[in-house]
């Protein structure tokens, strides 16, 4: 949802930001896909990390620990 939100901000944006992209243009696909495909990653990492962890855990001992 948040990348969702995020690639219509910088969408409505782009216009604005014309004058940080050098060698680019504000509408390039490639661009656009390989920010958002960045992101995607980074977040995919970012919450397998955890649920690999929690994976490891015995359920009874999580249970048991309160």
Known sequence: ???AIGAALAFWLA?????FLFGISA????AW???IGAL???A???AAWPALRALRVDPMDAL???
Not at 15 to 19: A, F, H, K
Not at 27 to 30: L, T
């Open 1 to 3: 949802m948040g990348l």
């Open 15 to 19: 216009p604005l930001l014309r004058g």
């Open 27 to 30: 509408w390039d696909p490639a």
């Open 33 to 35: 896909l390989g920010a």
């Open 40 to 42: 995607a990653a980074t």
């Open 44 to 46: 995919g990492v970012a």
């Open 64 to 66: 048991r620990y309160e």
